[in-house]
């Protein structure tokens, strides 16, 4: 007798608030990969794209591997999707209706999150509307994504928590006691995001040190409570001395920020094969970290590894809020420890989100060089992070060690409060 499968999760929206209108821009179909299942594989084959004149001589599906027996959307040499139409439109939408394109495609930006007994609706912050929320409350959202979820693969189910630290799991309720206390710690609106993110760092070490795998159940949230109480606590002397990384960090951060670049939208428009090139050709330069910073194919200004150093100052309300929504509403979803890192402790998870806040800062002051930065910067910038998200290199286990070796020995804490400046 076969297992019935499990139903799917109830789904609820954030307790902060995230908003979200299609505005038409067309950045979710440039360097997106687009898997196909078998509905979306027949919709295409009725649509007859073969016979169609501006289609003949293209292919619009490929495999996702050499033996794979996966399907995604073609993509054209720079990265978009051979659907994507010189105004930015979609061929498949134009010509046959929103409910002819494939299941993700109605379903991106919207995704969920599975805790357990029931599943966070969130946005992926890759569109630009959605990072910036314009539009509508997620709330007014949710029935219209509840029943694409519940379509094909993409219902959240429920599975085990990850691991709270490298040797301890705890169940769910365990899991959420602890992510509810990362949620408060880097939403507390008395202390910059800087410091906030610092106080999480510090409950994670905490956390890692008081071996919670030896602690009663019934003792587990009481536990919580006094770390997170603690992780507030005499963290003054590092914004005080605002001291470098030393040693490796800054190499290491470097080539994390290296590849978070390579998700910048300004490099999404330019050839997989010719960006591989061009990075290979800088890897030398970003472990030297001195000179002229390579180009990387982006638009940036000319600018040296020493200028990148420098303080930023003060960012303007308007430009900050995204980067600050961005913080808020990863660590209330859970998406941060959930979605795309298999195999990582919830602390690593921790670690890696606060890295990307230096590197957010370093790549602001890459984008912007001498001018002050504005909000469609910053934007950009969280569309790197959230693409970030299940990209391989950032991901993996080198990037797991990495972190790790960063918080570990202290400098990751250093990262954030010198490039904070």
């Known amino acids: 007798m076969s297992t019935p499968a499990p139903s799917p999760l109830p789904i609820r929206t954030l307790p902060v608030i995230e908003r979200w ?53 073609a993509r054209r040499d720079d990265g978009s999707c051979v659907f994507l139409t010189e105004e930015g439109m979609c061929r498949i939408h134009q010509d046959h209706g929103e409910q002819a394109k494939p299941l993700v495609c ?86 910059p995001l800087v410091r906030r993110l610092v106080h999480m760092m510090n409950f994670c070490e905490q956390l890692e040190s008081c071996r919670p795998q030896k602690v009663k159940a019934s ?9 997170e109480s603690s992780a507030t606590e005499d963290d003054g002397q590092i914004f005080q001395d605002r001291q470098p990384p030393k040693g490796a960090a800054p190499m290491l951060f470097r080539q994390a920020a290296a590849e978070y670049l390579r ?29 002229t910073v390579p180009e990387l194919q982006l638009t940036f200004p000319t600018t040296t590894f020493e200028a990148l150093e420098r303080p930023i100052g ?33 602390v690593d998870s921790c670690y890696a989100l606060a890295l990307t806040f230096p590197v957010a800062l370093w790549m602001l002051r890459f984008a912007c060089g001498a001018r002050p930065p504005t909000p469609a910067d910053t934007i950009d910038i969280i569309s790197c992070l959230d693409r970030g998200q299940g990209y391989a290199p950032l991901s993996g286990g080198r990037h797991r060690w990495t972190v790790g070796r960063l918080a570990r020995s202290g400098q990751l804490a250093r990262l954030l409060v010198w490039y904070a400046r």
């Not at 409350?137 to 219902?155: K, Y």
């Open 21 to 73: 209108d299609c505005h038409s821009c067309g950045n979710c179909c440039r360097g997106s990969i687009i898997p196909l299942d078998e509905d979306d594989l027949a919709k295409l084959r009725d649509q007859d794209w073969e016979s169609h004149p501006d289609f003949r001589s293209l292919n619009i599906i490929e495999r996702t591997g050499v033996l794979s027996g996966s399907f995604q959307l």
């Open 106 to 191: 109605r379903m991106f930006p919207f995704q969920a999150v599975p805790l357990g007994d029931f599943a966070y609706l969130t946005t992926r912050r890759i569109c630009p509307s959605a990072a910036a929320d314009l539009g509508r409350p997620l709330s007014e959202h949710r029935r219209a994504a509840t029943r694409l979820l519940r379509q094909g693969r993409l219902a959240p189910r429920s599975g085990r928590p990850p691991m709270i630290t490298k040797r301890f799991r705890g169940d769910w309720e365990a899991f959420l006691s602890v992510t509810e206390a990362v949620q408060r710690l880097v939403g507390d609106q008395r202390y």
């Open 219 to 227: 003792a587990f949230n009481e536990l919580i409570a006094m770390l």
């Open 263 to 291: 998700l910048h939208p300004g490099c999404l428009g330019t050839s997989p094969r010719s960006q591989r090139r061009h990075l290979s050709a800088a890897a030398l330069a970003f472990v030297k970290g001195k000179g």
């Open 314 to 346: 003060m960012l303007e309300v308007e430009v900050n809020r995204p980067l600050l929504a961005y913080f808020q509403t990863t660590t209330a979803s859970r998406e941060y420890a959930i979605l795309g890192r298999k195999r990582w402790a919830l």
